[in-house]
């Protein structure tokens, strides 16, 4: 009994990009990625411009857990879409160490910077830099910061490398 063959398919040029989509952009410290959010209209050069290991709490009374630090990551998110761009950046950062564990960000603030106070409101057209924090035990090896437009739920991530 003879077989038939599909022939094979050739990717489309919807596909890659859909593809693309799903793979994450990388980045150093000091490198933007220009991120797609789930609104066509929104995209945003994200650059990270410095990783504060270890930052100082903004309060003496607000410090972190015995055995772990603060870290801050500053970010400036730049609107180079057409979409008003309303989020808390934060809630679409993370942290991952050496050992593959990932870290949410926290709602402290740090000495060494601004924090964007929960939610940014970004025009098309502006920009926004502050930092985000994390607590994490003082024993991790940072190696990678994660971001994704719509609050960590865009298909697009972008990742820079911390060393």
Request: no cysteine; proline share 5%.
């Amino acid at each position: 009994m003879a077989q038939q063959v599909e022939a094979s398919k050739q990717p489309t040029e919807e596909t890659a990009a859909e593809a693309a989509k799903k793979e994450p952009s990388t980045a150093a410290v000091g490198g933007s990625i220009t991120l797609q959010g789930t609104d066509p209209g929104l995209k945003m050069t994200v650059t990270v411009n410095q990783l504060v290991n270890p930052a100082s709490p903004a309060q003496d009374f607000l410090k972190p857990k015995i055995g772990n630090k603060f870290v801050a990551v500053q970010v400036t998110l730049a609107n180079v879409g057409q979409a008003v761009y309303s989020d808390a950046p934060g809630n679409g950062a993370m942290l991952i160490d050496g050992e593959s564990q990932q870290y949410r960000s926290t709602i402290y603030g740090v000495r060494e910077g601004q924090a964007f106070g929960g939610s940014a409101t970004i025009n098309a057209g502006d920009s926004r830099k502050g930092m985000v924090v994390f607590e994490v035990p003082e024993s991790a090896k940072l190696v990678k910061f994660q971001f994704a437009l719509n609050s960590g739920f865009a298909d697009q991530k972008g990742e820079w490398t911390l060393n």
